[in-house]
């Protein structure tokens, strides 16, 4: 069973960072695609940073040159690495997974089967 587990979320001013880790437990594909997504209040799911299992990468252009996506293959992590943080990047972050699917093919979020339960980051001063 695969399960997906936040954590790392909270309330940071302004040009703070954050880094949110999510634990994926239970994946046996050697191809997959992770992803962070976010909603903010009043917004659509958005996509803002994926990562496949063969290196393949793309960020948001909302957030591009701020948040970095990672893995850690020996905890079974994935991370993103948020700076500059700004009042706009305040939502519920999620991390997904796609099992068989690449960055280069273009899933769209119907496509990520495994959803974590969700962190909150707050940008506030």
């Known amino acids: 069973q695969v399960q997906l587990a936040e954590s790392g979320g909270g309330s940071v001013q302004p040009g703070g960072s954050l880094t949110l880790s999510c634990v994926i437990s239970?994946?046996?594909?050697?191809?997959?695609?992770m992803g962070w997504f976010r909603r903010a209040p009043g917004k659509e799911r958005e996509e803002i940073a994926l990562l496949d299992s063969y290196g393949g990468i793309k960020y948001a252009d909302s957030v591009k040159a701020r948040f970095t996506i990672s893995e850690d293959n020996s905890k079974n992590t994935l991370y993103l690495q948020m700076n500059s943080l700004k009042s706009e990047d305040t939502a519920m972050y999620y991390c997904?997974?796609?099992?068989?699917?690449?960055?280069?093919?273009?899933?769209?979020?119907?496509?990520?089967?495994?959803w974590g339960q969700g962190i909150q980051v707050t940008v506030s001063s």
């Open positions: 997904a997974l796609a099992q068989g699917w690449l960055v280069r093919e273009m899933p769209t979020q119907a496509h990520f089967g495994y």
């Open positions: 239970g994946n046996a594909y050697k191809q997959y695609l």
